[in-house]
């Protein structure tokens, strides 16, 4: 059986043929290239034992090639990609944001001033880290996943296009207007917020089938 694997996300497939659409990030079959199975990397790989029947002075010494070294801003970027800051900061608004609207609709429901600060505080935090979330993910997108504009992808900048704008205006509504959770348009202040929890849910569910590749 023939072993096929994705060029953008690494999905691995067996069959004669590659799928005619990668099942995880949505490439056609283009994007697939044949590979053979002993070069799927294990998941818990060993170190080779040397052969003790063979004394050490006769066995094959390869040379070990060194990587190219990186410099400055280069070798910032690879440290990121390396240690996961785009999965490990996405916490944050994925953490966050669901708490500020379950208390901006709390505030709301029951005219309470303390939900509203402690949703502001939230929303406030996660300002701050979009930012930095922002910035990993495209780096992510552009050296794991080729900048590949697929459907799957397309619909995660939008949900994080929708997840940033939304969140900024009602950061904004609410430090122009701090009764608008008491004024009759509240009703919209709380439907930005739903659709902002709504887009981030989307770009988290979306991150995680990429990340776990299902």
Same mark, same amino acid.
């Given at each position: 059986?023939?072993?096929?694997?994705?060029?953008?996300?690494?999905?691995?497939?067996?069959?004669?043929?590659?799928?005619?659409?990668?099942?995880?990030?949505?490439?056609?079959?283009?994007?697939?290239?044949?590979?053979?199975?002993?070069?799927?990397?294990?998941?818990?790989?060993?170190?080779?034992?040397?052969?003790?029947?063979?004394?050490?002075?006769?066995?094959?010494?390869?040379?070990?090639?060194?990587?190219?070294?990186?410099?400055?801003?280069?070798?910032?970027?690879?440290?990121?990609?390396?240690?996961?800051?785009?999965?490990?900061?996405?916490?944050?608004?994925?953490?966050?944001?669901?708490?500020?609207?379950?208390?901006?609709?709390?505030?709301?429901?029951?005219?309470?001033?303390?939900?509203?600060?402690?949703?502001?505080?939230?929303?406030?935090?996660?300002?701050?880290?979009?930012?930095?979330?922002?910035?990993?993910?495209?780096?992510?997108?552009?050296?794991?996943?080729?900048?590949?504009?697929?459907? %799957? *992808?397309?619909?995660? !900048?939008? +949900?994080?296009?929708?997840?940033?704008?939304?969140? $900024? @205006?009602?950061? /904004?509504?609410? %430090? *122009?207007?701090?009764? !608008?959770? +008491?004024?009759?348009?509240?009703?919209?202040?709380? $439907? @930005?917020?739903? /659709?902002?929890?709504?887009?981030?849910?989307?770009?988290?569910?979306?991150?995680?089938?990429?990340?776990?590749?299902?």
């Amino acid at each position: 059986m023939k072993v096929w694997q994705c060029t953008v996300c690494k999905y691995i497939h067996r069959g004669e043929n590659p799928p005619e659409k990668c099942p995880v990030c949505g490439v056609d079959s283009s994007k697939f290239i044949e590979i053979d199975e002993a070069d799927i990397p294990e998941k818990t790989p060993r170190r080779r034992q040397p052969d003790k029947k063979t004394p050490l002075t006769s066995q094959i010494k390869i040379p070990i090639q060194k990587p190219k070294k990186e410099a400055g801003y280069e070798h910032v970027l690879s440290l990121l990609i390396k240690h996961h800051a785009h999965p490990v900061s996405v916490h944050t608004p994925n953490g966050l944001l669901p708490v500020a609207v379950i208390l901006f609709v709390l505030a709301w429901m029951f005219d309470s001033q303390l939900f509203a600060n402690a949703a502001i505080i939230n929303l406030i935090f996660v300002i701050c880290s979009l930012p930095f979330v922002i910035f990993t993910g495209i780096l992510e997108w552009k050296k794991k996943y080729n900048g590949a504009l697929t459907t %799957l *992808f397309k619909i995660k !900048i939008f +949900a994080v296009a929708t997840t940033s704008i939304s969140c $900024t @205006i009602s950061l /904004i509504w609410y %430090l *122009f207007d701090t009764d !608008i959770l +008491a004024s009759p348009i509240a009703w919209s202040f709380i $439907t @930005i917020n739903i /659709i902002m929890l709504t887009a981030v849910g989307i770009a988290g569910h979306i991150g995680g089938k990429l990340v776990f590749k299902d």
